[in-house]
């Protein structure tokens, strides 16, 4: 009992006000977007965040962030993201899918794509921007008599000749490094200090060494993009192979599951602002970290399925417990995403 009123003690005022409103506050499908909700995470952004710096200063460094399924890179890059906003770095962000590695030209459509969006929706490229019609008419009408004083990238060319089917399957060193300095000098004519280039899923480019060869041949000569990639270690293998060249500017992150019941107590705590006064007995936090390693996606589909069984709208405090309803809820979600390890785990304390 003394160690559940030690943990509960570490709980804010704000973690203990009114009841709050019904809706479940754990949404574990949906990685964290908000620094507020990151937890156990300080280390790591801070070296992220040196990354940064450096890069503000046309000094890049390249961030590798490297971890199993659900260890928590998702909400690392997000918070990462905002960091590199709050700096003064225009945000790319480029999501990947089997659909978009499968030619360099694909992916480099979905990263221009993605990097001309983030000047638009930051006002940088207007909606009456000549450049910025000239790239939709382009990209998604097939222009191929767009004038070059209207053009923003040669890549758009391409993009045209793909809906004719006239367009190679690969993309030339050339147009490349236009196109990266091109995106970089109109960010920094907004006042902006350079681009942060975030990419998630990165392990799907394992096997596509063709087009990290092509990201590291642009970002050698570039003193304004950032490349962060998050992804399991297949992408790390291929990337240390890729990369090894320029060593000196790639940091390597590991991202692994939270280490200890004080960050596994905060992750099941931080998301109840204006809920009820919460206990969370310390062999509950002990089987938590047991059955997830740790890991905040578990730590978060876990306490989902503890509120839907604890949570009553007119009690002023609740106790969480993991009851059978609770495990077999978690059990069910854990075998449709095939996790066989962390069955085996819940499995053993249900």
């Given at each position: 009992m003394d160690n559940d009123r030690a943990i509960e003690a570490r709980t804010t005022d704000e973690e203990t006000l009114r009841v709050g409103e019904a809706s479940n506050p754990y949404d574990f499908r949906r990685a964290v977007t908000k620094s507020n909700r990151l937890v156990g995470r300080e280390r790591e952004?801070?070296?992220?965040?040196?990354?940064?710096?450096?890069t503000c200063q046309s000094n890049p460094v390249h961030v590798a962030l490297i971890g199993e399924r659900a260890a928590g890179k998702t909400s690392l890059l997000n918070v990462s993201a905002l960091a590199a906003l709050d700096k003064g770095l225009l945000v790319v962000k480029v999501e990947l899918d089997e659909s978009v590695v499968t030619t360099p030209v694909r992916f480099f459509r979905a990263l221009f794509e993605a990097a001309i969006g983030a000047l638009d929706d930051a006002d940088i490229l207007t909606s009456d921007d000549p450049r910025l019609l000239?790239?939709?008419?382009?990209?998604?009408?097939?222009?191929?008599?767009?004038?070059?004083?209207?053009?923003?990238?040669?890549?758009?060319?391409?993009?045209?000749?793909?809906?004719?089917?006239?367009?190679?399957?690969?993309?030339?060193?050339?147009?490349?490094?236009?196109?990266?300095?091109?995106?970089?000098?109109?960010?920094?004519?907004?006042?902006?200090?350079?681009?942060?280039l975030s990419v998630d899923e990165?392990?799907?480019?394992?096997?596509?060494?063709?087009?990290?060869?092509k990201i590291r041949n642009v970002l050698q000569e570039s003193d304004t993009?950032?490349?962060?990639?998050?992804?399991t270690q297949s992408m790390f293998s291929t990337m240390s192979d890729v990369f090894s060249p320029i060593p000196r500017q790639f940091e390597r992150i590991n991202v692994t599951g939270l280490q200890d019941l004080f960050n596994v107590n905060s992750c099941m705590r931080r998301p109840l602002t204006d809920k009820p006064r919460v206990l969370i007995p310390h062999q509950v936090l002990e089987d938590v970290m047991a059955m997830t390693h740790g890991r905040p996606y578990e730590i978060t589909l876990v306490s989902h399925f503890i509120w839907d069984a604890v949570y009553e709208p007119d009690k002023s405090s609740l106790r969480f417990m993991l009851t059978k309803r609770v495990l077999d809820n978690v059990l069910a979600e854990l075998r449709g995403l095939s996790w066989d390890v962390s069955v085996r785990e819940v499995d053993r304390i249900r």
């Open positions: 952004l801070e070296r992220i965040e040196q990354c940064i710096d450096a000239a790239w939709r008419r382009q990209v998604y009408q097939g222009d191929l008599e767009v004038r070059p004083d209207e053009q923003l990238l040669l890549f758009g060319n391409i993009a045209a000749g793909q809906l004719h089917g006239t367009a190679p399957d690969d993309i030339s060193p050339y147009v490349l490094k236009h196109d990266f300095a091109k995106l970089a000098e109109v960010a920094l004519a907004a006042g902006l200090k350079g681009v942060f990165g392990q799907l480019l394992g096997a596509h060494a063709a087009i990290f060869q993009w950032m490349l962060i990639a998050a992804g």
